[in-house]
């Protein structure tokens, strides 16, 4: 089982950016798809990214394309949401996520959550 933690978020103004880390705490976890979603207050949790275990594939929300990236540095057991020209509506709690199995090689299926990250968002 990986273990997350998400860590970045913060307070920004509109047109800002912020990296958001999503940190293992297990070697396995080269091994896992990771996943980025977020949850604003009165919303359902919603999907924003994933990234396979290669590395190789990226999907992105419509909402988010063209805006944030995602990328992943196994040898830190490390993956990374950048998010640049964030507007208010991105505002939200975002959480890191791993694949229930290892090696996938369809989309992302949630077998383990980090704890969240608060992002806010002021215009």
């Known amino acids: 089982q990986v273990q997350l933690v998400e860590s970045g978020g913060g307070l920004v103004q509109a047109g800002d950016s912020l990296r958001l880390s999503c940190a293992a705490s297990k070697r396995t976890f080269s091994a896992y798809g990771i996943g980025w979603f977020r949850q604003a207050p009165g919303k359902e949790r919603e999907f924003v990214a994933e990234i396979n275990w290669r590395g190789s594939n990226t999907e992105y929300a419509d909402s988010v394309k063209g805006r944030f990236t995602i990328s992943r540095d196994n040898a830190k057991n490390t993956v990374y949401l950048q998010m640049d020209s964030l507007k208010p509506e991105d505002t939200a709690v975002y959480y890191c996520?791993?694949?229930?199995?290892?090696?996938?090689?369809?989309?992302?299926?949630?077998?383990?959550w980090g704890q969240g990250t608060q992002v806010t968002v002021s215009s």
């Open positions: 996520a791993a694949d229930q199995f290892p090696y996938g090689s369809s989309r992302l299926r949630v077998g383990t």
